[in-house]
């Protein structure tokens, strides 16, 4: 017998024809990725708010390649810490390497840090360097970040509106921020915390029945003008104890709010089940906790209904994708938080793109309508309530070149 010299028809090679041409070619592409190495470790930011014309709140890390290739990526709030850790530790154990082997990277890094206690500016650099090397190897096939996450599971998706402050404060005025977003953008879910005060004022130990009607007016007014044609979601920035949290949470049971989001502070998930037995409705955790081992807690006390996360925080896209299919093994929708920089926003809407188990993703009118458009030459706005990523390289976020210079930033190199 003989045989024809002719490629082994290997599984790969059978099913190209079956994908079309387009995820045919990406598949081919990501058989090539270019060999590279990291050259060169760049960090910007900005030491305060006031110092640029926008509201910057993060770090950017850039990595350079010997291909040419960059990757991005962005943490937040301890800019000067973050940087010099990233010049000082970070730097050192990283140029060299081969910027493809992201998850090798990120787990001798999180080995080095864990050895003095990770958390804290370790995740969070770490978080930074994560999603770098995804927007890198996303530049380097020429294929956006969800094409190598899973693919496009949601062409587009939801967004809530998280009110910063901007145009109107939704203690006093919450029904023209919601009318705004309904018009403009189609968006129909606000994110407001208007039990802050109380809790600041009371030293965050207890609350009265005078705070928690103030705590519920712009709440009512939400109801009263839109019914149940809008979600309204309660943030509470971990402001209280559990009793306190129980009886806010009665409180709020006619107004049906589509999650109670950080009641009390995250470690104790026992208070939380607690909590979530006292309460009809839904509890929203995650986006203080980094890593897997925290947030395998959370789902093993089930005391969340919503699992949230930031990419910035809790390890990266890497950490996040698997923390959101543990969430999914639990039949527990993922949340993402985005109420930072603009990268957090543009890789957490690829993670959004490509998740299977999506609720729902944070968005911020101010950002998008004032603060990007500064920066970005293409930010992503809302249309009929929902949002699509860049079909671009990477994560698709193209920043002003003049930005790089701006006289205020604050910029760090680390070379070969």
């Known amino acids: 017998m003989t045989f024809m010299n002719t490629p082994h028809p290997t599984r790969r090679n059978f099913l190209l024809p079956l994908l079309g041409p387009l995820a045919a070619h990406r598949l081919r592409a990501a058989q090539h990725a270019p060999a590279m190495k990291i050259t060169r470790v760049e960090t910007l930011y900005w030491k305060t708010r006031e110092a640029a014309p926008w509201r910057p709140n993060w770090i950017w890390l850039r990595l350079h390649t010997d291909s040419g290739h960059q990757g991005l990526g962005e943490t937040f709030p301890r800019n000067a810490v973050e940087a010099s850790m990233v010049h000082s530790i970070l730097a050192p154990m990283l140029i060299g390497r081969d910027p493809r082997d992201i998850d090798r990277i990120w787990m001798d890094l999180y080995r080095a840090f864990d050895f003095h206690i990770t958390g804290g500016v370790e995740s ?19 294929v956006p970040v969800y094409r190598l996450i899973g693919g496009r599971s949601n062409p587009r998706f939801r967004v809530y509106n998280t009110s910063y402050p901007y145009k109107y404060d939704f203690n006093t005025e919450p029904e023209k921020i919601m009318r705004e977003l309904i018009d403009r953008y189609g968006v129909r879910a606000i994110k407001i915390w208007p039990f802050d005060g109380a809790a600041r004022r009371n030293n965050y130990q207890f609350i009265t029945a005078a705070d928690l009607e103030e705590g519920l007016r712009p709440v009512r007014r939400l109801r009263e003008k839109f019914g149940g044609g809008i979600e309204i979601l309660m943030e509470f920035h971990s402001g209280w104890n559990l009793p306190s949290a129980v009886r806010i949470a009665k409180a709020l049971e006619p107004y049906k709010p589509m999650w109670l989001e950080d009641m009390m502070p995250s470690g104790n998930f026992q208070q939380y089940r607690q909590l979530a037995g006292e309460t009809s ?5 995650g986006e203080r906790l980094t890593g897997r081992p925290q947030f395998l807690q959370l789902l093993e006390s089930r005391a969340a209904k919503y699992v949230m996360f930031d990419l910035c925080w809790c390890g990266g896209l890497s950490e996040a994708r698997k923390i959101g299919a543990m969430a999914e093994a639990y039949q527990l929708p993922v949340a993402p938080h985005t109420a930072a920089g603009a990268l957090l926003f543009y890789a957490s809407a690829h993670l959004s793109t490509a998740a299977t188990n999506l609720w729902i993703q944070e968005s911020v009118q101010r ?10 030459e293409n930010p992503i706005i809302p249309s009929n309530g929902t949002v699509a990523v860049p079909e671009l390289p990477g994560f698709g976020m193209r920043i002003k070149p003049a930005i790089w210079d701006h006289p205020a930033a604050v910029r760090q190199v680390t070379n070969l």
């Open 124 to 142: 969070r650099v770490l978080s930074a360097l994560d999603l770098a090397l995804w927007d890198l190897l996303g530049n380097a096939l020429g």
């Open 367 to 376: 950002f998008y309508e004032s603060d990007w458009p500064a920066i970005l």
């Open 281 to 285: 409705l839904p509890i929203c955790l």
